[in-house]
């Protein structure tokens, strides 16, 4: 017997796999991100290992994401080469953080080594502040969606899941769960009702019911 | 507007990319005129978008903390900690 080996390298069944919530792509893929960009990032920046760290997780969170919403299409970049481009302009936008909150005393981002970079620091300029003014409001809205959830019931926290996270049918989710399609559906639909009722209440947005 | 369970699946499913052609048509028709379901919509991609990030924050977070502690990341190079925080012996 011969044990099934998937090939990852392949970008088209990768791509797939990720959506598929497969652990094992989720793995293959993370090892290869954190050696191609700390490789890059470490002769180009003095921010510490911690936060490039912490860079290269919110940019695999933003990378999926992207992935699950459309927002990705492959075109033929290596997919770890589109993280690094990710991973990198986050760091840029930290370092600009940085130097507005701390006034960048001893943390700096040198280009010595890439001509590129500095042209790329001078063209991101406005766009970064901007990026990271919507980076914020989108971690606002992140929180409400995390309160609004913790405050539903575990059962109802699972069916939500379920309904945006596992590309099944409602009836495979039924089946999966243990309940028939017919209240497994009307059971989602009331909890995600009770989901939206939160957010539209707590946080004074325009409901035209 | 409260979102019955056919709107969820056809807000899901477009929000997915799996509305068959001809009903996507219809339904990017029905956004141009329907202001109550442009609104659901935004508020529907939102908090997929929410639940999905938190999904992925976790996952990513426990991943890191696994492949870190297996030794699966390049080694950590001198000079690089984060400074004011003590080194790890």
């Known amino acids: ?84 481009s990710l991973f990198w302009k986050k760091c840029v936008d930290r370092w600009r953080k940085y130097r507005h909150e701390r006034s960048m005393s001893s943390l700096q981002i040198t280009d010595s080594t890439d001509p590129e970079q500095s042209a790329a620091l001078a063209l991101y300029g406005d766009l970064l502040a901007e990026g990271t003014a919507r980076a914020e409001e989108k ?6 969606v995390e309160t609004a959830l913790s405050r539903l019931e575990p059962p109802c926290r ?52 | 507007m409260n979102p019955d369970n056919d709107l969820l699946d056809e807000l899901n499913d477009y929000l997915n990319d799996t509305l068959p052609p001809e009903s996507r048509t219809q339904f990017e028709a029905r956004l141009l005129t329907d202001e109550a379901l442009r609104d659901e919509l935004d508020l529907q991609r939102t908090i997929r978008e929410g639940v999905l990030s938190l999904y992925y924050q976790n996952l990513v977070k426990n991943l890191h903390t696994e492949l870190q502690t297996n030794g699966s990341f390049l080694p950590p190079v001198n000079g690089r900690s984060t400074p004011n925080k003590p080194e790890n012996h």
């Open chain 1, 1 to 84: 017997m011969t044990d099934f080996c998937p090939d990852f390298s392949n970008p088209f069944y990768l791509l797939e796999q990720l959506r598929n919530n497969d652990d094992a792509a989720f793995r293959w893929l993370y090892v290869r991100c954190e050696r191609v960009c700390m490789t890059y990032a470490r002769p180009r920046t003095k921010l510490p290992d911690d936060d490039l760290s912490d860079v290269l997780q919110d940019t695999m969170v933003t990378f999926l994401v992207q992935l699950r919403t459309g927002k990705f299409t492959y075109q033929g970049v290596p997919i770890e080469q589109y993280v690094r």
């Open chain 1, 139 to 144: 971690e606002i809205w992140l929180q409400r």
């Open chain 1, 158 to 209: 699972e069916l939500i899941e379920n309904f945006y996270l596992a590309r099944h049918s409602s009836k495979t989710v039924a089946n999966m769960l243990g309940l028939s399609d017919g209240y497994t559906r009307l059971k989602r639909t009331r909890c995600l009702n009770t989901l939206r009722k939160q957010l539209l209440n707590e946080y004074a947005l325009h409901d035209d019911a």
